[in-house]
């Protein structure tokens, strides 16, 4: 068949409407009719499924989100909606997927394949960067320069204020939003899920370092720690004894204009996907890795929980 399809699946990310616009313009190039599925797999089960032109794709790849809608569709993980979702498809003759989305939404999307023989590629999008076998999911870069304007405009105030600020990122239970944030932004602590701390530990030293001079301490921690941010704050004035305040970065950091390397990645992803699922591949996982792009089995990713890598862990011994 020729028609192929492309849908968004859990957290939407900045790079998906430039994958959305590379996968129209790749599909026409290979001779395929692409189409949309709008809202993830509620679209497929609600039948949001139309024919994509590159109309509505035009002044798309500036934009973060994804013009498609995405969902954790709890329906999905039904047999009968499954089936309905089937029965769409092949009203339409599409029996080919290109989807954006983390592991939880490829392991839904592997069932369908097993059940029903929808070929598909799957492209790891994710601010968190928690798919394991890939280094890199779409999306992360662009979340890291919003942390990182953040972090630098907090730091103009910090500064002149003489106070210290816990800034939290998101990352579910990874840390390496938060991590890769502290050392490319000049943080003094980071504190991450992965590695347990003791906060005392570090009253000494910062006390000495107010002693001699330092004005201000910019902290990041990443959501999935022991300790709220607020209560890394009250730690920072009542132990180190400095003023303190705390910015939840929260769902800023799944918008903003997509990165000029996210929009590469977006580009390369998807020409694998749309090159795999015109070769062999019928269920993989496009993975970046030191080698490159590498077409990986759903059991590879998903079987193993992700590992944040061992070296960046030990950049934390900085801290
Ligand atoms: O997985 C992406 C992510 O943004 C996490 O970092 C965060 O914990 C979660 O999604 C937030 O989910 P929601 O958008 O449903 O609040």
Known sequence: MKNIAILCSGGDVSGMNPAIKQFVDYAYKNALTPYFVYDGFEGLIDNKITKATHKEVAGIINRGGTILGSSRSKRFMDKSYREVA?????????????????????????????????????????????????????????????IKDSVDNIRDTASSFSRAFVIETMGRDCGYLALISALTCGAELCLIPEVDYDLSSYEESFGAQIKSGRRYFIVIVSEGIKNSAQEISQWLEQKVGIESRVTVLGHTQRGGNPTTYDRLMAYKFVNYAIDGLLGAKESSVICY???????????????????????????????
Not at 289 to 307: L, N, R
Request: net charge negative; glycine share 10%; proline share 1%.
């Open 86 to 146: 089937k029965k769409n498809l092949d009203a339409l003759g599409i029996d080919k997927l290109v989807i954006l989305g983390g592991d939880g939404s490829f392991k839904g999307m592997d069932v369908f394949y097993k059940e029903h023989g929808i070929k598909f590629c799957a492209i790891p999008s994710t601010i968190d960067n928690d798919i394991n076998g890939t280094q890199y999911c779409l999306g992360v870069d662009t979340a890291l320069n919003v």
């Open 289 to 319: 890795t030191k080698k490159g792009f590498e077409y990986k089995s759903i059991d590879e990713v998903t079987g193993t929980k992700y590992k944040l890598d061992a070296e960046l862990i030990k950049y934390l011994d900085k801290f």
